[in-house]
């Protein structure tokens, strides 16, 4: 990887692959992101991961208010670390909204654009006048990837809607923790980032039905709620036959024997032992042959009211047991097991290593030098294509890095530029 622009990143052990092959499977796609926070940064993040070109629109004042959650570096005034991720291959250009000819930037942008993702309130993209109405007219082909809390129509559509509200009204929080117990949240904001690939799938869709099938551009219309909804698997069938209502079952998975969380001497692990097979491996290494014999525990519907005895069965074998006893025996008898890990696991995990799924770069400012930087770790770029990785081409940039570099591709002169820049347009 180059080094020659201030953000560039140089990563220890990482593959140029991405770069090698032609800049990855999306180059040339051009994406112009107008989102902040979570759900559609983190869809145009993907995108830029596999070659688009993401260009971010932020607001001069600030930017996109991410650039201060969590973490800072600096911690004093600086900036996110999860900023350096979620932004990496961006380019940040700075454009206030509210101004007649900043929406006329914006607008020559999509004229340019193959994809437009936006997570606004319903409704606000068409009060400033960059609606998909608007910009589709000088732009056909464009798709429109728009994230909202709960879709662009229904009576709850001018609600605001976060990822948290999604995961409640979705039915993921109904089902999570134990029954006695509030249900409590997952510690990451999961239901943006399942509404973002929902967005990013949707996005892909649209444009290989543009660009095979003759088709136009397209709205691609993601509510967080539905994306959520989505992942909930069997719930529906199983209220609207049974009128079943899938409860909290703490760390077991309901209706699928055994699966759960054991406690070790030293700690707990995880188990799936719930194929017939694998059923059988595993209560054979925990010298319960019986078990693994017994016809009626041969398949997963004649387990599941044994639950509590196939549970107890496993727990006694373990309490005895270390975490790294345990899972010699229960690896070497093929059944899926694991501990469950920190941040600090992962780091020194030897499967980590070998997929590069943590990899470090250098983050400094742009014209700072080499001691003024931090050395930074970042999750490696996911999925893995054969012959088109992705890559990190850059880290999250500052904030309007690029705003002269994209004007000028527009055909904006440096004067003009400037007069932009001094009358806070830019």
């Known amino acids: 990887m180059s080094a020659d622009r201030p953000h560039e990143a140089a990563a220890s052990g990482a593959t140029a692959a991405g770069n090698a092959s032609g800049g990855g499977p999306l180059a040339g796609v051009k994406v112009l992101e107008l989102g902040t926070l979570i759900a559609g940064p983190f869809a145009a993040r993907f995108l830029g991961e596999f070659g688009a070109e993401v260009i971010k629109i932020e607001d001069p004042k600030g930017g996109d208010p991410l650039r201060k959650w969590r973490k800072l570096w600096p911690e004093a005034g600086g900036t996110s670390l999860w900023w350096a991720v979620q932004a990496r291959n961006k380019k940040s250009v700075t454009v206030n909204l509210k101004a007649e000819e900043g929406k006329e930037i914006v607008r020559r942008l999509a004229k340019e654009a193959?994809?437009?993702?936006?997570?606004?309130?319903?409704?606000?993209?068409?009060?400033?006048?960059?609606?998909?109405?608007?910009?589709?007219?000088?732009?056909?082909?464009?798709?429109?990837?728009?994230?909202?809390?709960?879709?662009?129509?229904?009576?709850?559509?001018?609600?605001?809607?976060?990822?948290?509200?999604?995961?409640?009204?979705?039915?993921?929080?109904?089902?999570?923790?134990?029954?006695?117990?509030?249900?409590?949240?997952?510690?990451?904001?999961?239901?943006?980032?399942?509404?973002?690939?929902?967005?990013?799938?949707?996005?892909?869709?649209?444009?290989?039905?543009?660009?095979?099938?003759?088709?136009?551009?397209?709205?691609?219309?993601?509510?967080?709620?539905?994306?959520?909804?989505?992942?909930?698997?069997?719930?529906?069938?199983?209220?609207g036959v049974y009128g079943m209502v899938r409860e909290r079952t703490g760390a077991s998975l309901p209706g699928i024997v055994p699966s759960n969380t054991y406690p070790c001497r030293d700690g707990s692990i995880v188990i799936g032992g719930n194929s017939d097979p694998i059923f059988r491996r595993l209560m054979t290494a925990i010298d319960r042959p019986d078990l693994a014999n017994d016809p009626a525990l041969a398949h997963n519907d004649g387990r599941v009211p044994r639950t509590a005895e196939i549970d107890g069965a496993i727990a006694s074998w373990l309490s005895t047991r270390t975490i790294d006893e345990a899972l010699d025996v229960l690896n070497a008898a093929d059944v899926p097991a694991g501990r469950i890990y920190s941040v600090a696991d992962m780091f020194t995990d030897p499967q980590f290593a070998a997929r590069q799924m943590i990899q470090q770069f250098r983050w400094q400012k742009p014209g700072a030098s080499g001691e003024e930087g931090v050395d930074i770790a970042l999750p490696g770029v996911t999925p893995k294509l054969s012959a088109t990785p992705g890559d990190t081409r850059w880290l999250g940039p500052e904030l309007g890095e690029h705003t002269d570099e994209v004007l000028q591709s527009l055909g904006y002169d440096t004067d003009r530029i400037a007069q932009l820049r001094a009358q806070q347009i830019v």
Not at 115 to 124: D, H, Q, T
Not at 140 to 151: A, C, F, N, Q, T
Not at 160 to 189: K, N, Q, W
Request: avoid cysteine.
């Open 114 to 239: 193959d994809i437009v993702i936006e997570n606004f309130r319903p409704g606000l993209l068409e009060k400033l006048g960059l609606g998909y109405d608007v910009l589709s007219k000088e732009n056909p082909g464009l798709v429109m990837v728009r994230l909202s809390g709960y879709g662009q129509s229904g009576p709850y559509r001018d609600r605001p809607g976060f990822g948290a509200i999604a995961e409640s009204m979705g039915g993921l929080r109904h089902i999570t923790g134990y029954p006695e117990l509030p249900p409590p949240r997952i510690g990451i904001s999961i239901g943006d980032s399942i509404a973002a690939l929902h967005g990013v799938i949707g996005a892909m869709m649209a444009l290989h039905h543009r660009n095979m099938n003759g088709g136009s551009g397209q709205i691609v219309d993601v509510a967080l709620y539905e994306a959520v909804f989505n992942m909930m698997e069997s719930v529906v069938p199983e209220y």
